[in-house]
């Protein structure tokens, strides 16, 4: 692998997907805190911090990686906000316990005034959230539009840390766009489910477009004895829940 792996998250055999917030003492939250803390030697500490959470294909975990990182950046005190841009398969808010009839959609529609009208306050302290919203005829169109870069500058003065789960690259061409605008970017691949050609697909875009900072996850990992980026190593024998199949 030509990318970075920045970490990897043990398999989520709960049922729960914010396992950061609802586990915190399990192997898996502790995998998405080691994330937290190797993108240290990514990125400046203290900077603000804006980064995109992507995948090949649908399935790969990334608005569950997305969460519950957001979850972990938050525990620390940091004000963040999570930023559903897939709008083709909204999922956010649903596990958050919000609607999503008013979203980012509704703002690059023109269907409200302003971004700050799309803003959901979480029952998680130092967590907000921007659902993707009613899914539209045409996501690619609104994603360059005028608004969402205003939006996105806005967000970055407001807050310490966005986050913006974004749709897989393998199918949908604007999350290309988007790593123009964000620190860095994170490509989730699923243990037993990605292929190696996402793999090489990934290190193409490094290597042949010259895209930087981009990072590679993996979840879904079932080993107890994980070897997380930049050489840590972590050895766990407990926070293994009941099964999931929709992880």
């Known amino acids: 692998m030509k990318i970075p792996m920045l970490g ?3 398999k989520n055999k709960s049922d729960s ?6 586990s915190k003492k399990s192997g898996i939250s502790e995998s998405f805190r080691s994330l937290r803390a190797n993108m240290k030697f990514v990125l400046p500490k203290d900077k603000q911090l804006t980064f995109l959470v992507t995948s090949t294909i649908s ?10 990182l957001a979850a972990a950046y938050s525990l620390t005190g940091k004000k963040t906000i999570l930023v559903g841009c897939d709008m083709r398969k909204p999922k956010i808010f649903s596990s958050f316990g919000l609607t999503n009839e008013i979203g980012l959609s509704s703002y690059l529609s023109g269907q409200v005034e302003t971004w700050e009208e799309i803003i959901s306050t979480t029952k998680y302290p130092n967590l907000d959230i921007v659902v993707s919203g ?5 996501p690619a169109e609104l994603m360059f ?10 967000l970055k003065e407001l807050y310490d840390v966005v986050i913006l789960d974004t749709p897989p690259v393998g199918l949908v061409s604007e999350t290309l766009d ?25 290190n193409g875009l490094k290597t042949n477009k010259g895209l930087k900072n981009i990072l590679a996850v993996f979840n879904g990992v079932e080993s107890t004895n994980v070897t997380y980026g930049y050489g840590y190593s972590y050895g766990y024998g407990y926070g293994y829940y009941d099964d999931e199949k929709k992880k």
Not at 17 to 22: G, K, N
Not at 59 to 68: H, L, P, R, S, V
Not at 149 to 154: A, F, L, Q
């Open 8 to 10: 990897t998250i043990l």
């Open 17 to 22: 997907d914010l396992v950061v917030f609802e």
């Open 59 to 68: 399935g790969e975990g990334k608005t569950f990686c997305a969460m519950n």
């Open 134 to 138: 009613p899914i539209p005829p045409n």
């Open 145 to 154: 539009a005028e608004g969402f870069e205003i939006m996105i500058k806005n």
């Open 178 to 202: 988007l790593m123009a605008i964000v620190d860095c970017s994170l490509f989730i691949f699923r243990q037993n489910y990605s292929q190696r050609s996402f793999v090489d697909a990934v």
